[in-house]
């Protein structure tokens, strides 16, 4: 089973990112700046890296840090459990591994809100935040961290920034090339056999990352099965129709029934 994993997954988890849980966490944001919720507030051009990082570092714990609300990647899980499975995700917020997912079968493409990166990059590592981040958290006043928690760049001084897919200054460590090669290998020793390609949650934002993948490789391998879950009707092309199963309805219902049969 390759379970391909978008970002309506992790809103049906109740990770999402407007309405109350929005304003529960970033109300302060909203009457300041104007800000309507967490994704366009992570391209708010803040006036220094005080604000800067008195948002993100918010952003962080509530999105990385802290479990989602709903049992939604348990049992997704539970499911899984036993299986030869792997995971490709565009998610960035580390629920498969809070929830007890193998670290091993996980492939996180876009970053990951526990990282950062120097801004140049000047270099291709990643950093580990998560000290910092709760510091950061724990000690901003008016929405302004103090100026000794910014991080910089250990190697040129640049600011840090976060380490997620937004353009080509996204930094590829040797973590990401190794999951890159053990979903490669995964793929390469499972060809011809009975597999089963799930997408939840996918959009349109990326599909060349898991949905026309997912397509390509069901429609080349007759032994292979293509199912899709989300809230709006799932398109299957015409080609893999026979061997496709589109579920309209919320993930974490569908996936709480499936556990449950």
Same mark, same amino acid.
């Given at each position: 089973?390759?379970?391909?994993?978008?970002?309506?997954?992790?809103?049906?988890?109740?990770?999402?990112?407007?309405?109350?849980?929005?304003?529960?966490?970033?109300? @302060?944001?909203?009457?300041?700046?104007?800000?309507?919720?967490?994704?366009?507030?992570?391209?708010?051009?803040?006036?220094?890296?005080?604000?800067?990082?008195?948002?993100?570092?918010?952003?962080?714990?509530?999105?990385?840090?802290?479990?989602?609300?709903?049992?939604?990647?348990?049992?997704?899980?539970?499911?899984?459990?036993?299986?030869?499975?792997?995971?490709?995700?565009?998610?960035?917020?580390?629920?498969?591994?809070?929830?007890?997912?193998?670290?091993?079968?996980?492939?996180?493409?876009?970053?990951?809100?526990?990282?950062?990166?120097?801004?140049?990059?000047?270099?291709?590592?990643?950093?580990?935040?998560?000290?910092?981040?709760?510091?950061?958290?724990?000690?901003?006043?008016?929405?302004?961290?103090?100026?000794?928690?910014?991080?910089?760049?250990?190697?040129?001084?640049?600011?840090?920034?976060?380490?997620?897919?937004?353009?080509?200054?996204?930094?590829?460590?040797?973590?990401?090339?190794?999951?890159?090669?053990?979903?490669?290998?995964?793929?390469?020793?499972?060809?011809?056999?009975?597999?089963?390609?799930?997408?939840?949650?996918?959009?349109?934002?990326?599909?060349?990352?898991?949905?026309?993948?997912?397509?390509?490789?069901?429609?080349? @391998?007759?032994?292979?099965?293509?199912?899709?879950?989300?809230?709006?009707?799932?398109?299957?092309?015409?080609?893999?129709?026979?061997?496709?199963?589109?579920?309209?309805?919320?993930?974490?219902?569908?996936?709480?029934?499936?556990?449950?049969?």
């Amino acid at each position: 089973m390759v379970v391909g994993a978008g970002s309506g997954l992790s809103a049906s988890a109740g990770m999402t990112y407007s309405g109350a849980r929005f304003e529960r966490y970033f109300s @302060d944001f909203r009457e300041k700046y104007g800000i309507q919720d967490m994704y366009s507030g992570g391209f708010y051009p803040f006036g220094s890296l005080e604000e800067y990082w008195a948002w993100w570092s918010r952003q962080i714990m509530v999105n990385r840090y802290e479990k989602a609300p709903k049992p939604v990647y348990e049992d997704l899980l539970r499911i899984v459990e036993g299986r030869d499975y792997f995971v490709l995700t565009t998610n960035v917020d580390h629920q498969f591994q809070l929830a007890g997912f193998d670290k091993q079968r996980l492939f996180y493409t876009q970053g990951d809100y526990g990282l950062w990166q120097c801004s140049g990059p000047c270099h291709q590592t990643n950093y580990d935040n998560e000290e910092r981040v709760r510091r950061m958290v724990a000690e901003q006043r008016d929405m302004r961290v103090p100026s000794e928690l910014v991080p910089h760049c250990p190697k040129c001084g640049r600011p840090m920034t976060m380490n997620l897919r937004v353009d080509g200054t996204f930094v590829q460590d040797e973590g990401w090339y190794a999951a890159a090669r053990r979903y490669e290998d995964y793929l390469r020793r499972h060809k011809g056999l009975r597999v089963l390609f799930l997408e939840l949650g996918v959009g349109g934002n990326t599909p060349g990352i898991i949905k026309y993948p997912f397509w390509k490789m069901t429609y080349e @391998d007759r032994n292979a099965v293509y199912a899709s879950i989300d809230r709006e009707e799932p398109y299957v092309p015409r080609e893999i129709r026979g061997r496709s199963i589109p579920i309209t309805a919320d993930i974490g219902e569908a996936l709480r029934l499936c556990r449950q049969s």
